[in-house]
Nanobody, 126 residues
């Protein structure tokens, strides 16, 4: 399973950005249970942002992004998304998409993700 993230960039506080993550791997994608977004700011550990079952179900979010961020996926396109509204400077980080073969209850932790995409930088200026 391979993941390819895109869509990062620079935005002013209060602005919006959308991230995409293309998931490939042929029949391997049928083994995916959960997909999610993580982020890592300089000097900090990688943290979960949001996750969602790959088929069916609703998203789970960390408290700091609830209401502002929305995770979604399009199984027909094998793509997951993260829509980020009302961005804050504290959201500045490298964002990673990831997948797990397990169907997670609640938000996925980094230790449960088996497949990772490359990061994409999100910078929010004040």
């Amino acid at each position: 399973v391979q993941l390819q993230a895109s869509g990062g960039g620079r935005v002013q506080a209060g602005g919006s950005l959308s991230l995409s993550c293309a998931v490939s791997g042929g029949r391997g994608t049928s083994r995916i249970g959960t997909v999610g977004w993580f982020r890592q700011a300089p000097g900090k550990e990688r943290e979960p942002v949001a996750s969602i079952p790959w088929r069916g179900g609703i998203g789970s979010y960390v408290d700091s992004v609830k209401v502002r961020f929305t995770i979604s996926r399009d199984n027909a396109k094998n793509t997951m998304y993260l829509r980020m509204n009302s961005l804050e400077p504290e959201d500045t980080a490298v964002y990673y998409c990831a997948a797990s073969p397990r169907r997670q209850v609640g938000i996925m932790s980094p230790s449960h993700a088996d497949y990772w995409g490359q990061g994409t930088q999100v910078t929010v200026s004040s």
